[in-house]
């Protein structure tokens, strides 16, 4: 057993991640801005571009941000237990497709992900920054989210390995 004397001094403490493995409870993806999402069993990620079918892949973008384009934003991120905490804490019920994000997710640490690579099912994503909340959604929802969803809005991600990622896929470090 190893204990933190053991270990390379090169290994910084942000560098060692307790280890976790989440999974996949739901995907949705829309084709164009203000359009409801739709749910799907499983869909096909392309490195460098994004989700085919969503209103964000790279060169056929027609989501709200399109105009400020971003490859860090090929896939979305959002954690179900915000969705609990949100209806626990300010009695706010939310569905997985109400969120606007790609991939709903459970027992994955999004927050602490940024910077990192993680796989999805087969793919490899590489956490490019937090979401952040913005008045869009509240606007769509007829719902006071903007608030409750500071620091808990999701996680964007850039597709390094593609290919496709079903509801049940289990989410871990790389």
């Not at 085919?52 to 892949?57: I, L, T």
Request: aromatic letters at 6%; one cysteine or more.
């Amino acid at each position: 057993m190893t204990t933190p004397a053991d270990q390379p001094s090169h290994l910084a403490e942000r560098d060692v991640l307790p280890a976790w493995t989440g999974i996949v409870r739901h995907l949705h993806i829309t084709p164009r801005a203000f359009l409801p999402m739709e749910s799907f069993d499983q869909l096909t990620l392309v490195a460098g571009k994004g989700i085919e079918g969503d209103r964000y892949m790279i060169g056929r973008e027609s989501g709200f941000y399109s105009h400020k384009p971003e490859e860090g934003r090929q896939i979305t991120l959002f954690e179900i237990e915000t969705l609990e905490a949100l209806a626990r804490d300010a009695k706010i019920q939310m569905l997985p497709e109400e969120h606007r994000r790609n991939v709903t997710v459970q027992g994955v640490p999004l927050n602490h992900l940024v910077g990192r690579q993680f796989w999805v099912g087969e793919t490899l994503l590489e956490a490019t920054r937090l979401s952040t909340p913005c008045r869009h959604i509240e606007e769509i929802l007829g719902k006071a989210v903007f608030d409750p969803l500071i620091n808990r809005s999701g996680l964007n991600c850039r597709i390094l390995k593609g290919g496709v990622i079903r509801v049940g896929d289990a989410v871990r470090g790389a």
